[in-house]
């Protein structure tokens, strides 16, 4: 007996977690050909305790003043520049680490998902900036040192 279904496109790491889940369940017969997974007599639900998957990307810049900016965003758009790469936040939030400050350029967040993401890059980017000031990365900056002088 043949049935027909229709696709629903989703993200890699949705499909990973529900394809998991059913070969966890012992539902090997859901997976098709192509790789598809046919559903049938399976409900979603919504997990109040579930964390959703986040992907947060960074990129990192020279500037002139600063050393080096790391920008967080869950996605880019990258093209040739004038000085060489560019690069674009996407996603519902942009934020960068400099040596001095973490800096929110954007933030729109229409969802719990957006927020849990938000709230991981600003601690991402406070680590980021820990990271470059111990690196002395910056302009005119001086590490100072740490101990006693030679």
Do not use: C
């Not at 998991?20 to 049938?40: I, S, T, V």
């Not at 400050?101 to 993401?117: G, K, P």
């Amino acid at each position: 007996m043949t049935h027909t279904y229709a696709l629903l496109e989703v993200s890699p790491a949705v499909y990973d977690e529900i394809a998991a889940k059913l070969r966890e369940a012992g539902y090997e017969q859901a997976f098709g050909d192509n790789g598809e997974l046919d559903m049938h007599g399976i409900a979603i639900v919504r997990s109040p305790t579930a964390k959703a998957i986040m992907t947060i990307e960074w990129r990192k810049r020279p500037t002139i003043m600063d050393g080096e900016v790391i920008t967080f965003s869950t996605d880019f758009d990258e093209a040739e520049g004038i000085f060489g790469q560019r690069f674009d936040a996407r996603g519902p939030f942009e934020v960068s680490a400099s040596r001095n400050a973490v800096i929110v350029h954007r933030a729109e967040l229409h969802s719990d998902t957006d927020v849990e993401q938000f709230l991981e890059a600003v601690l991402m980017a406070k680590s980021a900036t820990l990271q470059l000031s111990l690196e002395g990365m910056g302009g005119n900056y001086k590490r100072k040192s740490v101990g006693k002088p030679p």
